[in-house]
């Protein structure tokens, strides 16, 4: 079990990430967002999610025995499992459950 200290510094990172990921979305989204406005956020911001998420893949790699150095576990660890899948489905992204969307309610 995690202190309260923990869980609460866990939220707040996951809070904070969820947030800029829902403003991105936000920003490339809506209808009444002008064109300018969304290639303006998609050359700043599609970038940063490209990077963040090849350091990801680079980190869950298979080490020579096969296994994920980052997660202790056989490669292809439930991290890169779970990246692949959105990948090739994004919608299943929020039929994942709550964890996804920063408007979900945790008790922290």
């Known amino acids: 079990m995690i202190s309260a ?3 609460r510094a866990h939220h ?3 809070q904070e990430m ?3 990921l829902d403003t991105v979305e936000l920003l490339t989204n809506e209808h009444d967002t002008d064109d300018e406005t969304v290639l303006a956020v ?3 911001e599609v970038p940063r999610l490209v990077a ?3 350091a990801t893949v680079a980190t869950h790699k298979a080490d ?3 296994d994920c150095p980052a997660c202790h576990t056989t490669w292809p660890c439930a991290v890169i499992d779970s990246a692949h899948s959105y990948l090739k489905d994004p919608d299943s992204i929020y039929s994942a459950g709550p964890a996804i969307s ?3 309610s945790v008790n922290a």
Request: charged share 10%; glycine share 10%; proline share 5%.
């Open 12 to 14: 707040l990172l996951n």
């Open 52 to 54: 963040a998420l090849r």
């Open 5 to 7: 200290a923990l869980a």
């Open 64 to 66: 020579p025995s096969g």
């Open 18 to 20: 969820l947030g800029y």
């Open 42 to 44: 998609a050359r700043a």
């Open 102 to 104: 920063s408007t979900a």
